[in-house]
């Protein structure tokens, strides 16, 4: 089982929508995942069709220590799994501060199931006490960088935050990719960044590259991931190709771990 985390603190960046899209791709190549909506603005849940989150889902694995398989319901997808976020977050980073072991919430209720190939965790965007807890729950993160003017920003002290919970809190946590999205090929500035991206992290930035596409906007309202709402598109074929190299840079870095899992 593996725990990637989709993180970046700046919001809009394709967090979510990678998340999810990732999440259907793997499920194609007949693996079980698991999608953990950890943004109280619940954009993963209600992007898989979940319009009203029954409540106590991660906010009663996280905070309430309630079973996990209390928290986890069926999506549309089948093999696809989701613990759906909702409005009883918008006051956990809070709430989680006087908790005994905060870092360590959603590693521990994690810990419990061994249902998944895959575990997804989308992360809200800030650098509190519920992304440290997917970082101390991870072995590898993901990082979605828009390819606009802004870019590099924020990249450093997310980095910084990754390198303390690695220090600290999880020493096996790496950093698998960064995912550049909404590509527009017309626009040169697109083409610039990729350069800068490519050049200040060379070997982390993935080959697939994610456009902007209007069907990957729409997909969420009809609360499908891409590789449903529509697989031939130009959006999902990025993003299988995006799970396929994920899939392999995993393989290349924990050759022993994953031959433990087959066993
Ligand atoms: N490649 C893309 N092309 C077009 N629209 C996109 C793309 N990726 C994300 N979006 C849209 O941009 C907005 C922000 O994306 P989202 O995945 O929710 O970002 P985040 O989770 O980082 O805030 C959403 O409305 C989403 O549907
Ligand atoms: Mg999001």
């Given at each position: ?40 603005q ?22 309430k ?27 956990a ?13 959603l ?36 990082i ?38 909404m ?7 697109s ?73």
């Amino acid at each position: 089982m593996t725990v990637l985390v989709v993180s970046n603190q700046k919001g809009g960046v394709g967090k979510t929508t990678t998340a999810i899209s990732v999440g259907a791709a793997l499920v194609e190549h007949g693996q079980r995942v698991l999608i953990v909506d950890l943004d109280p603005q619940a954009n993963a849940t209600s992007g898989l069709g979940i319009s009203k989150a029954p409540p106590n889902h991660i906010y009663g694995l996280i905070l309430k220590e309630q079973p996990i398989d209390d928290s986890i319901i069926a999506t549309a997808v089948p093999g696809l799994d989701l613990i759906p976020s909702g409005p009883d977050m918008a006051g956990a980073e809070v709430e989680l501060v006087p908790l005994m072991a905060r870092e360590y919430r959603l590693r521990q209720a994690l810990r419990a199931t061994h249902d998944y190939d895959t575990i997804l965790v989308d992360c809200p965007p800030s650098l509190g006490l519920l992304t440290i807890n997917a970082l101390t729950a991870g072995d590898a993160v993901v990082i979605p960088v828009q390819c606009e003017y802004y870019a590099l920003e924020g990249l450093a002290q997310l980095l910084a935050t990754i390198e303390a919970v690695r220090a600290r809190l999880n020493s096996r946590l790496e950093v698998l990719a960064i995912v550049l999205t909404m590509e527009d090929r017309r626009n040169r500035l697109s083409l610039q960044v990729i350069d800068e991206v490519r050049n200040h992290f060379p070997t982390l930035v993935a080959d697939a590259r994610i456009p902007r596409a209007v069907r990957l906007a729409e997909a969420p309202s009809h609360g499908l991931p891409i590789s449903v709402y529509d697989r031939r598109s130009a959006g999902a074929q990025a993003y299988d190709d995006l799970a396929r190299e994920l899939s392999a840079r995993l393989r290349a870095k924990a050759p022993i771990a994953l031959g433990g899992a087959i066993a």
